[in-house]
C-alpha cells in the first residue's frame, strides 16, 4: 500500500516531537570527530511547503510547529531545533518545514554520511528533486565536497530490508531512524523485526523509531515489545495534546522509542516535555510519559 503522503501531517505535533529528539542524536553524535552515519529507512519527500499542497489541507502543522513560532520563552534545550526551522524560513513567514532527511542534513558535518530510502515512487522523485536543489546552491556559493565518496545517497526501495546491507556502518558509529507511516498492521511487526537485526549487526548503534499512539492493540503493544530488545540501554517518551476522540480517529498521541540512547537525552526531555505539554496541548488529558531502562526495572515518571 502506498497511499501514504506525509505532506497532509508535516509540522504537526507528532513531527515536532520526532525532529527535536532526532536533532538532539545527532547534535550529540557530532560530538566526536569520528565520521558516523545516519540511515533513514522512510525517508519521504525530505521538505514540505505548510502554505500549499497537502500540508495546506488539513493544517495540522497548526497543532506542532504553528503554536511554537513567535513563543519568546524557548527552553535552552529546544532551541537547536527551532533555530533549524526558522533558519528554512528565513523571511520570517512560516512556509517550509523539513522531513527528517532535511533536519539530518543541516545538523550533519561534511564528513558524515546519509543513505536515505522510500518506497512511494512520488516521493522519492520530489527527494531527489529536492536533494538535487541543495547541491546546486552549494555549488553556486562555491562549496565543494572536501571528502571521499558521495556524503547522501537516495535509493528507491523497502527500507526495513535496505538496512541490512549497511549495518555495522564503516566508522561503527550510527544512527538508524525507523519512521514508517504504520498504514498497515505488518509495520509494527517489521520495525521489532529489522532492530532485532539491526541490533545484531550493530550493537552499539542508536536506534530511533517513531510510532503513533493509537487504540490498535499493535500500536498498544510496541513500546513493551521494544523494552525487551536485547540493547544496552533504551528510552520512550510519549506526547499526548489532547485525549483521544470518541470515535476514536485522529492522532492526538505519539511516541519515540530509542535503542542505546545518549546518556545526556533523559535529562534534556524532562526539561522540554512539560514545555511542549504546556504549548500544545489542547485538554486536560494533554501530557507526557518518559521512560527509561538500563538492563533492569524501568524508572518511571
Known amino acids: 500500500m502506498l497511499s501514504y ?3 497532509f501531517h508535516a509540522g504537526n505535533h507528532a513531527d515536532v516531537l520526532k525532529h527535536f529528539v532526532l536533532i538532539q542524536l545527532l547534535e550529540y553524535l557530532g560530538q566526536k570527530d569520528t565520521a558516523y552515519t545516519y540511515i533513514d529507512t522512510h525517508a519521504g519527500a525530505g521538505l514540505y511547503a505548510l502554505d500549499s499542497g497537502y500540508a495546506s489541507k488539513n493544517a495540522e502543522f497548526e497543532t506542532g510547529i504553528g503554536p ?5 520563552d524557548i527552553p535552552e534545550s529546544f532551541a537547536a531545533y527551532m533555530d533549524l526551522i526558522k533558519g528554512l524560513n ?3 513567514k512560516m512556509r517550509y518545514y523539513p522531513g527528517s532527511p532535511y533536519c539530518a542534513n543541516i545538523v550533519m558535518r561534511e564528513q558524515d554520511r546519509l543513505r536515505l530510502f522510500e518506497l512511494h515512487p512520488s516521493e522519492i522523485k520530489i ?6 536543489k541543495l547541491d546546486n546552491h552549494a555549488a553556486e556559493q562555491g562549496q565543494r565536497q572536501t571528502v571521499r ?10 527500507g526495513f530490508e535496505s538496512l541490512k546491507a549497511l549495518l555495522p556502518p564503516p566508522s561503527r558509529r550510527g544512527l538508524v531512524l525507523i519512521d514508517p507511516p504504520y498504514e498497515v498492521k505488518d509495520d509494527y511487526r517489521r520495525v521489532k523485526v529489522s532492530l532485532e537485526d539491526g541490533l545484531k549487526r550493530f550493537p552499539t548503534g542508536t536506534f ?4 503513533p499512539v493509537l487504540q490498535r492493540q499493535e500500536s498498544r503493544s510496541l513500546p513493551e515489545k521494544l523494552k525487551r530488545l536485547q540493547a544496552n540501554s533504551w528510552l520512550n517518551v510519549t506526547l499526548s495534546i489532547s485525549g483521544p476522540t470518541p470515535d476514536g480517529f485522529g492522532l492526538h498521541s505519539s511516541g519515540m522509542f530509542i535503542l542505546n540512547p545518549p546518556w545526556t537525552l533523559l535529562a534534556t526531555l524532562k526539561e522540554v516535555m512539560p514545555y511542549l505539554v504546556k504549548v500544545l496541548g489542547k485538554d486536560a488529558k494533554a501530557g507526557f510519559v518518559l521512560e527509561s531502562g538500563e538492563g533492569g526495572p524501568p524508572a518511571r515518571r
Open 5 to 7: 503522503r506525509h505532506g
Open 68 to 72: 511554537l513560532w513567535d513563543r519568546k
Open 90 to 92: 528565513p523571511s520570517g
Open 127 to 132: 527527494l531527489g528533486e529536492n536533494f538535487r
Open 149 to 158: 565518496g558521495k556524503r547522501v545517497i537516495i535509493s528507491a526501495g523497502d
Open 208 to 211: 530511533a523509531v517513531w510510532y
